[in-house]
């Protein structure tokens, strides 16, 4: 083991001090350690990149308990005024999990899964969540009763065997399925519900074959004002885009092209994100705006790019596996990949929409996602949970936060440092538990050592003394000097903290350190 000369670089040098801002730029799984950004991180778990510091994600309680099976749809009825939230388990059980707490009995049982895709659609009728699963009847929810549809129920769909619909969207206030492992699509007639089925057919359009996986419609501002398109996926990596009206009219409906983007992951692999349309592939998280503005498909593009390399080994090692979605929460800015590492453990890939920022969430058991009256649900094993919640706790466990910053040079390469002290200037409500330690050439093991964390207590209404209690805004900051030991050309701050109820932000973090000679 090589041996290091601290004295001759203490003698050969003055203490510096560097001042480093929180990871803000986020989780880099792309670049090489030897060259990221210093504003990146090589580890970030369970801390989300915000504008100005880096923050520990909130937490998850349960909401909704006592299902039958592992929640695997999550589906949401908006009906004017009424909203409500229902869970099909792998049981085949549908349940209401609008309230909190035990649920009833499953309001529809008998299915033959879980995995369901759904749509709402208003009409002079009511207002309706239409849902299928390409096995069962589709079920068609009006806001009091559920009915299986076939070809005899009330109201019927003919022409098409329903049990074969896999997928369903509204587009341009018509029904539009998918039939199961095929390049069909089906729709119906404006504003119904029900009615005879017409047939679309792709086969002679999708030049590699295949069977159709998802669809959804897509805002395009074409120069003369926005318009929604239609646009299918195949599982063979082509994208189908339509634009117009009525089918069955060639003057008022026509194909706008084929691109071919790479294989899709999952069936739920498609998202209308503002006015975009995301596609999740092997190669990333893809947005159709940027990609479609060139003729070739360009990588770099991706929203997913500065995390490639994680999310290349998650399409490889999970790929196959069910669970897979892409998610928007608009109230926590956040775009999400739920990556189905297995069942109880599955992660996030977390995307600040503001700033493009990544992080890796862990410890959230999520089979699937929905939005309810603007809050993310994820349903689970036996529960729905409600998450992002400002318990600050995982259930009934603590929030394990990572951090590992990009190895710096420190304007200095190729010349050793002697780093002494370290002081994170640490925002929380609480006396967190919090680890700093300085990781040396490249190393990302656990080199961190605990901090003392003291924030001022802050006075209580009504019990301290006034002109001499301090009241407190909720957040308090910590910055104290901590001893840390390392020689190396390049260090790597690393944080880790472990609480429940605790709200921490990292602003920065400052750095002492002494260079030695060239080669030292």
Not at 149 to 170: F, Q, R
Request: proline share 3%; with cysteine.
């Amino acid at each position: 083991m090589a041996r290091y000369n601290t004295s001759a670089m203490v003698q050969g040098s003055t203490a510096k001090v560097a001042s480093l801002p929180a990871p803000v730029g986020g989780w880099n799984a792309r670049d090489s350690l030897a060259n990221m950004d210093p504003r990146d991180a090589v580890i970030l778990k369970n801390m989300f990149p915000a504008v100005s510091n880096v923050v520990l994600r909130g937490g998850y309680t349960n909401w909704a308990t006592g299902l039958d099976g592992q929640v695997q749809t999550l589906m949401a009825y908006s009906g004017g005024a009424t909203n409500k939230l229902f869970a099909v388990t792998s049981t085949g059980k549908i349940y209401n999990v609008t309230s909190s707490g035990a649920v009833g009995a499953a309001v529809v049982t008998g299915l033959t899964n879980g995995y369901w895709e759904y749509t709402n659609i208003s009409t002079t009728g009511g207002n309706y969540l239409y849902a299928c699963n390409g096995v069962d009847k589709p079920q068609l929810y009006d806001g009091t009763n559920w009915t299986a549809i076939d070809g005899v129920s009330v109201p019927a769909i003919t022409g098409v065997t329903t049990t074969t619909l896999s997928n369903v969207i509204l587009f341009k206030n018509r029904l539009w399925f998918i039939q199961k492992d095929t390049l069909t699509a089906w729709y119906l007639p404006t504003g119904a519900i029900g009615g005879v089925a017409q047939q679309t057919n792709l086969q002679s359009v999708a030049r590699m074959g295949g069977k159709l996986v998802d669809l959804d419609a897509w805002t395009i501002d074409a120069g003369y004002g926005v318009d929604d398109n239609l646009a299918f996926m195949t599982n063979k990596g082509e994208l189908i885009l339509y634009s117009g009206t009525d089918p069955a009219n060639a003057a008022t409906w026509s194909l706008i092209g084929v691109w071919k983007l790479g294989e899709p992951v999952g069936t739920r692999c498609m998202l209308k994100w503002t006015g975009d349309l995301l596609v999740l592939t092997l190669g990333g998280l893809i947005p159709m705006a940027s990609t479609l503005q060139s003729s070739r498909l360009d990588p770099r593009v991706a929203l997913t790019d500065k995390i490639q390399g994680a999310i290349t080994q998650a399409t490889t090692n999970y790929g196959s596996s069910s669970g897979w979605q892409v998610f928007f929460n608009a109230k926590n800015n956040c775009l999400h990949i739920n990556v189905p590492v297995s069942v109880g453990s599955q992660e996030q890939y977390a995307m600040n929409t503001i700033t493009g920022g990544w992080a890796q969430f862990t410890g959230w058991p999520a089979n699937c996602w929905e939005n309810f009256n603007n809050e993310p649900y994820f349903g689970a094993n036996g529960v729905v949970c409600h998450a992002w919640d400002t318990n600050y706790a995982d259930n009934t466990s603590n929030i394990a936060g990572v951090a590992l910053q990009a190895f710096n040079y420190f304007e200095s390469m190729g010349v050793k440092k002697y780093f002494t002290r370290a002081r994170p200037s640490i925002y929380s409500n609480g006396t967190p538990g919090i680890s700093v330690g300085m990781n040396i050439d490249f190393d990302t093991s656990n080199t961190t050592a605990p901090i003392a964390s003291s924030p001022a207590s802050a006075g209580v209404w009504g019990t301290s003394v006034w002109d001499t209690g301090l009241w407190g805004a909720g957040l308090t900051m910590t910055n104290s000097w901590l001893g840390i030991t390392g020689i190396g050309f390049c260090g790597g701050l690393q944080l880790q903290s472990a609480s429940q109820g605790l709200q921490i932000e990292w602003a920065s973090t400052d750095v002492v350190y002494q260079t030695g000679f060239a080669g030292v």
